[in-house]
């Protein structure tokens, strides 16, 4: 919950977002479009008025204004620690096959919302000062209701049909 007390849930109405949330509105042919961009970072989608998927990317650290000086630990970081408690335990893994590290994570709620979690390393900045890539990474979280809303995610449907079979295991790509 913010300041504002407003709560936004996955199948919510999308009338109930505070419009001075609303950083990005896309308008498509005179009509509003079906997908917002919030502060914080979080992007809903909304094709019929119900909210269907929640994305939110965050690092880490924070660059400085205009690239140099010291990176500053991003305050929204501390949602890491809560993962399991908001996101549901890990049930599925993919360990992406990139050469960087990345790692894919299926989470499923008692409540039956479906998380995809990717976490990367990002790499160091040659102008900010920003520690080794191998403490600074970065996180994507897309959260949905239904795995088909998920299907911008290239593992999703194996990483489902992972934690659904109840055989939590590591998937390699």
Same mark, same amino acid.
């Given at each position: 919950?913010?300041?504002?007390?407003?709560?936004?849930?996955?199948?919510?109405?999308?009338? *109930?977002?505070?419009?001075?949330?609303?950083?990005?509105?896309?308008v498509?042919?005179? @009509?509003?479009?079906?997908?917002?961009?919030?502060?914080?970072?979080?992007? =809903?989608?909304?094709? *019929?008025?119900?909210?269907?998927?929640?994305?939110?990317?965050?690092q @880490?650290? =924070?660059?400085?204004?205009?690239?140099?000086?010291?990176?500053?630990?991003?305050?929204?970081?501390?949602?890491?620690?809560?993962?399991?408690?908001?996101?549901?335990?890990?049930?599925?893994?993919?360990?992406?096959?990139?050469?960087?590290?990345?790692?894919?994570e299926?989470?499923?709620?008692?409540?039956?919302v479906?998380?995809?979690?990717?976490r990367?390393?990002?790499?160091?900045?040659?102008?900010?000062?920003?520690?080794?890539?191998?403490?600074?990474?970065s /996180?994507?979280?897309?959260?949905?209701?239904?795995?088909?809303? =998920?299907? @911008?995610?290239?593992?999703? /449907?194996?990483?489902?049909?992972?934690?659904?079979?109840?055989?939590?295991?590591?998937?390699?790509?």
């Amino acid at each position: 919950m913010r300041g504002d007390r407003t709560i936004l849930k996955l199948n919510g109405d999308s009338t *109930d977002i505070p419009a001075n949330r609303i950083m990005s509105l896309p308008v498509v042919d005179g @009509k509003i479009g079906d997908r917002a961009a919030l502060d914080d970072g979080l992007e =809903l989608y909304f094709p *019929d008025g119900r909210i269907v998927l929640a994305e939110m990317r965050f690092q @880490k650290y =924070l660059l400085p204004p205009g690239g140099v000086g010291q990176a500053q630990v991003n305050p929204r970081f501390k949602v890491v620690s809560d993962f399991d408690r908001a996101l549901g335990r890990v049930c599925a893994t993919v360990a992406n096959a990139d050469g960087v590290g990345s790692v894919t994570e299926m989470r499923i709620t008692p409540q039956k919302v479906i998380s995809i979690v990717t976490r990367e390393p990002v790499t160091k900045s040659t102008e900010a000062k920003i520690p080794a890539a191998a403490d600074n990474v970065s /996180y994507r979280i897309l959260s949905a209701l239904d795995v088909r809303f =998920l299907a @911008k995610a290239p593992a999703a /449907y194996s990483l489902y049909d992972t934690c659904v079979g109840k055989q939590s295991r590591v998937v390699r790509k």
